[in-house]
T-cell receptor, first 113, second 112 residues
Framework: NAGVTQTPKFRVLKTGQSMTLLCAQDMNHEYMYWYRQDPGMGLRLIHYSVGEGTTAKGEVPDGYNVSRLKKQNFLLGLESAAPSQTSVYFC????????????FGAGTRLSVL | DAKTTQPNSMESNEEEPVHLPCNHSTISGTDYIHWYRQLPSQGPEYVIHGLTSNVNNRMASLAIAEDRKSSTLILHRATLRDAAVYYCILRDSGAGSYQLTFGKGTKLSVIP
């Protein structure tokens, strides 16, 4: 079992460029999440999905879009990257139960110059 | 989600027990207490969770105060691999709550 896999692991963008981060999970989880983590900070939720074809905004959604066309994949898009989006991005997934234990990927380090 | 308070950092000698405290005085009756840890350059990893009773698993033990206003994560024998940031998180088990609210956590250093 791979668990939660994120691609790419590293990326450098110029301001205004676009990119898509891919998250794939093989645990048949209903819920999926995208977080960002800035230096010395905890994780903050960007967007989440409670099932295929559904998405919702989290705490810091501005500048990002997401799609969940397949249950196992959750894509995070940056349409026009800004230096403020330099961060480490983590994807997570969980079962749809009350306890909601989340399983995280290894992260994508993104630098926007 | 209700707020938690943890020490910024702690140190432990290798192979000794470690007690990581967490205060959550505003916890509600439906909040689960979750602990995650994040090793350097990795994503967070689930450690343990509990509601009212003490819990044990292969990674750690969770001791919950009788009034639920505080809890302690116990690592029975710290190893170098346990050096990480440990997050204590309250998760509302009610419908419509999906987010894990991460604070700054406790950075645990393990001394060989």
């Amino acid at each position: 079992n791979a668990g939660v896999t994120q691609t790419p692991k590293f990326r450098v963008l110029k301001t205004g460029q676009s990119m898509t981060l891919l998250c794939a999970q093989d645990m048949n989880h209903e819920y999926m999440y995208w977080y960002r983590q800035d230096p010395g900070m905890g994780l903050r939720l960007i967007h989440y999905s409670v099932g295929e074809g559904t998405t919702a905004k989290g705490e810091v959604p501005d500048g990002y879009n997401v799609s969940r066309l397949k249950k196992q994949n959750f894509l995070l898009g940056l349409e026009s990257a800004a230096p403020s989006q330099t961060s480490v991005y983590f994807c997570a997934s969980s079962y749809s139960n009350r306890v909601n234990i989340q399983y995280f990927g290894a992260g994508t380090r993104l630098s926007v110059l | 989600d209700a707020k938690t308070t943890q020490p910024n950092s702690m140190e432990s000698n290798e192979e000794e027990p470690v007690h990581l405290p967490c205060n959550h005085s505003t916890i509600s009756g439906t909040d689960y207490i979750h602990w995650y840890r994040q090793l350097p350059s990795q994503g967070p990893e689930y450690v343990i969770h509990g509601l009212t009773s003490n819990v044990n698993n292969r990674m750690a033990s969770l001791a919950i105060a009788e009034d639920r206003k505080s809890s302690t994560l116990i690592l029975h024998r710290a190893t170098l691999r346990d050096a990480a940031v440990y997050y204590c998180i309250l998760r509302d088990s009610g419908a419509g709550s999906y987010q894990l609210t991460f604070g700054k956590g406790t950075k645990l250093s393990v001394i060989p």
